[in-house]
T-cell receptor, first 116, second 112 residues
Framework: DTAVSQTPKYLVTQMGNDKSIKCEQN?????MYWYKQDSKKFLKIMFS???????INETVPNRFSPKSPDKAHLNLHINSLELGDSAVYFC???????????????FGPGTRLTVL | DQQVKQNSPSLSVQEGRISILNCDYT??????FLWYKKYPAEGPTFLIS?????DKNEDGRFTVFLNKSAKHLSLHIVPSQPGDSAVYFC???????????FGTGTRLTIIP
C-alpha cells in the first residue's frame, strides 16, 4: 500500500556514468516532483510535472532530464554524473497546487546517490 | 537566498515536556506554512499546516503558531514522546502554488 515509491533506494556509481531513478505514486495525484537534499540538508525542488507536463524547472543542469510517461510515474535520468550530484533525491506527489489548508505533498523514501 | 530559516539545528527535550521548534521566513508573499517530520532513511511526512488567515492551528499534541508581523512560526509538541525524535522541516508557499520552500530542519531528540 506504498503511496510514493522510488527505486533504487541506494545508488553508487562512477563519475561520468548515466543513471536513472524511478518514482511511482498510487495516490491518484496529478502533480509529481523531484527534490534534491544536499549535504547541507537543504531540500530544494528541482522539477514538477502536472499531467505529464513540465511546470517547474529550477535551473537544474540539463544533464538532469525528468520523464513522465503517465501521471503516476516521474523518472529522473542523470547524464554524465559529477561528484556534486551526490545527494538524496526525493520524489513527491500532490493534487495540483496547494489549494486549501491540509493540502500537502507526499514524499517517497528517497534515493541516496553517491558518485565516486 | 534562504527564504525559510530554522536557526536551531538541534534540540533536546525531556520526555513529557514541551518541544518548541522555530521557523522564520523572509518572503511576505508566503501564505501557507507546513511542518514535516522526517525519520532517517525515510521521506518527510506531513505533520500540520497553517494558512496566513490564522494564527494558530492545533492537531492533537501538535500546535502551530503563526506570527505574520514577525514572519515567524513555531511548532509546539505537548507532551513530547520518544517517537517524536526526528528531523522537523518547516516549509512555506503560496496557496495555489505547488512550489514548497523548505528550511534546513531541526533535529529533535526526546530524552526518556
Amino acid at each position: 500500500d506504498t503511496a510514493v515509491s522510488q527505486t533504487p533506494k541506494y545508488l553508487v556509481t562512477q563519475m561520468g556514468n548515466d543513471k536513472s531513478i524511478k518514482c511511482e505514486q498510487n495516490l491518484g495525484h496529478d502533480t509529481m516532483y523531484w527534490y534534491k537534499q544536499d549535504s547541507k540538508k537543504f531540500l530544494k525542488i528541482m522539477f514538477s510535472y502536472n499531467n505529464k507536463e513540465l511546470i517547474i524547472n529550477e535551473t537544474v543542469p540539463n544533464r538532469f532530464s525528468p520523464k513522465s510517461p503517465d501521471k503516476a510515474h516521474l523518472n529522473l535520468h542523470i547524464n554524465s554524473l559529477e561528484l556534486g550530484d551526490s545527494a538524496v533525491y526525493f520524489c513527491a506527489s500532490s493534487h495540483w497546487g496547494l489549494a486549501s489548508e491540509g493540502d500537502t505533498q507526499y514524499f517517497g523514501p528517497g534515493t541516496r546517490l553517491t558518485v565516486l | 537566498d534562504q527564504q525559510v530559516k530554522q536557526n536551531s539545528p538541534s534540540l533536546s527535550v525531556q520526555e513529557g515536556r514541551i518541544s518548541i521548534l522555530n521557523c522564520d521566513y523572509t518572503n511576505s508573499m508566503f501564505d501557507y506554512f507546513l511542518w514535516y517530520k522526517k525519520y532517517p532513511a525515510e521521506g518527510p511526512t506531513f505533520l500540520i499546516s497553517i494558512s496566513s488567515i490564522k494564527d494558530k492551528n492545533e492537531d492533537g499534541r501538535f500546535t502551530v503558531f503563526l506570527n505574520k508581523s514577525a514572519k515567524h512560526l513555531s511548532l509546539h509538541i505537548v507532551p513530547s514522546q520518544p517517537g517524536d525524535s526526528a528531523v522537523y522541516f518547516c516549509a512555506a508557499t503560496n496557496f495555489g502554488n505547488e512550489k514548497l520552500t523548505f528550511g534546513t530542519g531541526t533535529r529533535l531528540t526526546i530524552i526518556p
